[in-house]
């Protein structure tokens, strides 16, 4: 029996109140996808997604989901909560090759998704990764392709001042260790984890 399992949740009536100080997230069901070429930007675009100017940077499109750019021509999909994930999901369903230079890149099978809520977020990930995730360096918006916890992972900065949360994708074949890892890591502010529909509470 892993800490993945009902076991790891902290009860319920709690769980609102630990997003603001030290909670994860499994948002491995959740949609997300990647496009790469050099035509993926126009395409995203003609699809009604705002694109971020530079790599290594996100943006928060209106109905919640982020879209990462990961390279000059390689973008990462992130879906939102408050529609489940349909939006992501539907472009990638309705993606057909053709004479363009825009790729797929499915990601549902690949990247595990975990999300890391609260005001320690960054003292937690101090503790697994070398980069420096505190808000100053690392703002609302910023993208980081880097190593936590000896896993490659691309950790995503999707909150704000008031509320930081930062989300973490890596190979799905990790999904168990890289959580048993940020729980241990998270025990120090008293941390647990929470359930994807205590965001919608």
Not at 82 to 98: P, S, T
Request: proline share 3%.
């Amino acid at each position: 029996m892993t800490r993945l399992q009902a076991e790891a949740f902290v009860p319920r009536s709690q769980q609102a109140e630990l997003l603001h100080a030290c909670a994860l997230t499994d948002l491995t069901a959740l949609a997300r996808v990647g496009f790469r070429g050099s035509d993926s930007a126009a395409y995203l675009q003609r699809r009604g997604y705002q694109l971020p100017t530079q790599p290594n940077q996100a943006v928060r499109q209106d109905d919640g989901s982020w879209v990462a750019r990961l390279s000059q021509a390689e973008y990462l999909l992130l879906g939102s909560l408050a529609d489940d994930g349909a939006r992501v999901a539907g472009v990638e369903a309705e993606w057909v090759q053709d004479a363009q230079r825009n790729y797929l890149l499915p990601r549902q099978d690949s990247h595990a998704w975990l999300q890391l809520s609260g005001v320690h977020g960054s003292a937690v990930m101090a503790k697994l990764c070398g980069v420096d995730l505190r808000a100053g360096a690392f703002p609302p918006g910023a993208v980081a392709q880097t190593s936590a916890a000896r896993v490659n992972v691309v950790v995503v900065n999707v909150g704000s001042d008031a509320r930081p949360v930062l989300q973490l994708l890596f190979d799905r074949a990790s999904l168990a260790y890289m959580c048993e890892a940020v729980l241990d890591a998270m025990d120090e502010f008293g941390g647990g984890m929470v359930e994807r529909g205590v965001f919608a509470a």
